[in-house]
């Protein structure tokens, strides 16, 4: 079902004052102690993803809240099904250095997304300088962001948090607004707990989260895009794709007129981008010809728009102002190796 602003607005302002949306992020008790230790209360669950979204190149600490006595619906593919009143938690900082995490980190944002008789409900909260506290701002804002990145170069930006309204650009699946990341195939790895390292989805199974699940070997797992000894080339260029721009481009997004679906389980080699011709030309396509030229990237509209941050070129459209260069790099060389036998359609 499509919401109009007003009764998006009216349903938000009816949460509001029915106290299930906070003001203060402290409200919603994510986290125990000083924040800047990223140290969730007993009712939140911390997680990671194998292969996470780029978005600046800000970290993220993730958790969760599941209501006692609530159950998950297991799903191979698609987002697992969540209860009514989970809340996921999303936060985004910066390292003051990327090679020594010991010398601190600066909080940005943190999102929150909240399950409710409505359906789900996406809310922007800003720390504060101070990082005491991040405070609901439903119009989005800008903080800076510096950090001495892995090179040891100082980098800085103006960091863009988007507003309520924006949210739904990349969270809109078949006109409803749903979570995108907590899917089995990126869960199903270990998670360094408090008391120990353990598989996310079986550490889920021992807390009695979910309804059933398949036998543990038949659970699907994506390759880490940044490990090479951990998946082949073809398979970690895909974990990015399904994770960058999957979102937006498969049957049932808000790409979905495009006809380039890129999601993890598409087989289709021109849904995939090759040789398929954009349905709109113009600056986005930088008149190249085809999405993707196997054993060409630099004759690709994809690797075009990826190295780009022209906001009328530049995909993902939202969520960055950099480009990802080790990103990049990985989609590169999969399009320079592409084995032209497998191209059939």
């Given at each position: ?16 004052l ?10 919603y008790?994510v ?5 800047h ?35 998950i ?5 698609e ?6 009143g ?8 910066y ?17 929150i ?16 300088d ?12 800008i903080?800076?962001a510096?950090w ?15 507003n309520?309204n ?19 195939r ?10 120990g390292?353990e ?9 009695e989260?979910f309804?059933s ?6 659970i ?10 951990n998946s ?9 794709l399904?994770i960058?721009?999957?979102h937006?481009h ?17 087989t289709d ?16 396509s ?20 990826f ?7 530049m995909?993902?459209e939202?969520g960055?102002?950099?480009?990802h ?5 990985l989609i590169?060389?999969?399009i320079?190796n592409i ?6 359609f």
């Open positions: 079902m499509k919401f109009s602003k007003k009764i998006f607005f009216f349903i938000f302002f009816y949460l509001l029915a106290n299930q949306i906070k003001e203060k992020l402290s409200d008790n986290y125990f102690g000083d924040p230790n990223l140290i969730t209360t007993e009712e939140f669950i911390p997680y990671d993803l194998i292969t996470p979204l780029f978005s600046d190149y800000a970290y993220k600490h993730r958790s969760i809240y599941i209501p006692e006595n609530s159950k619906q297991y799903h191979d593919k987002v697992f099904q969540f209860p009514l989970t809340v996921i938690a999303k936060t985004f900082y390292p003051d250095d990327f090679n020594d995490l010991s010398k601190g980190i600066s909080l940005k944002e943190t999102r997304m909240i399950h409710n008789d409505n359906g789900w409900i996406g809310l922007p909260y800003i720390w504060n101070s990082g005491t506290d991040a405070f609901l701002d439903v119009a989005g804002g903080k800076n510096t001495v990145d892995i090179e040891g170069k100082k980098q800085s930006i103006d960091y863009i948090i988007p309520m924006q949210c739904k650009g990349c969270h809109i699946n078949n006109n409803k607004f749903i979570p995108i990341g907590p899917t089995a990126q869960l199903n790895s270990d998670y360094h707990y408090i008391d390292s598989n996310q989805i079986k550490k889920w199974d021992k807390l989260l309804y699940l398949p036998e543990f070997d038949k699907p797992i994506i390759a880490k895009w940044n490990d090479p000894n082949t080339l073809d398979k970690r260029a895909r974990a990015w399904d960058n721009c999957a937006c498969n049957l049932n997004g808000p790409a979905n007129n495009t006809g380039l679906y890129l999601d993890y389980y598409e080699m021109k849904s995939l981008g090759f040789f398929k011709t954009p349905v709109a030309a113009g600056r986005g930088g008149n190249l010809k085809y999405d993707i030229v196997p054993g060409r990237p630099e004759e690709s509209i994809m690797v075009y728009r190295n780009s941050t022209d906001p009328g070129i995909m993902p939202l960055r102002t950099m480009v260069k080790e990103g990049l790099e590169k060389d999969w320079d084995d032209l036998s497998r191209v059939k």
